[in-house]
Nanobody, 116 residues
Framework: QVQLVESGGGLVQPGGSLRLSCAAS????????MGWYRQAPGKQRELVAS???????NYADSVKGRFTIYRDNAKNMGYLQMNSLTPEDTAVYYC??????????WGQGTQVTVSS
């Protein structure tokens, strides 16, 4: 079964940057789209960025121009470069496949905290 492991989160000051990584086991990574999701305390999980197997990217309005999603199919890795972070970006970040019917069990996520 495919497993997803997120990493790269941490505490960063407003305006700072982080790069999140998503490691996927198994051979299905390269043929599927993937997305980065986040869940803030008391809120529902939301999709913030996605990239298809062909490389087409989409972003939520709240992160457009600040976040960049990319992938390395040869390494079964996905990434989310986050710049100009604000406290509103504080959340646990997860990766998974898109569309939703292709999702596998969620990983543990990685905590991003933006605070001065």
């Amino acid at each position: 079964q495919v497993q997803l492991v997120e990493s790269g989160g941490g505490l960063v000051q407003p305006g700072g940057s982080l790069r999140l990584s998503c490691a996927a086991s198994g051979s299905i990574f390269s043929v599927n789209g993937m997305g980065w999701y986040r869940q803030a305390p008391g809120k529902q999980r939301e999709l913030v960025a996605s990239i298809t197997s062909g490389g087409t990217r989409n972003y939520a309005d709240s992160v457009k121009g600040r976040f960049t999603i990319y992938r390395d199919n040869a390494k079964n890795m996905g990434y989310l470069q986050m710049n100009s972070l604000t406290p509103e970006d504080t959340a646990v970040y997860y990766c998974n496949f898109i569309p939703s019917w292709k999702q596998v069990p969620w990983g543990q996520g990685t905590q991003v905290t933006v605070s001065s």
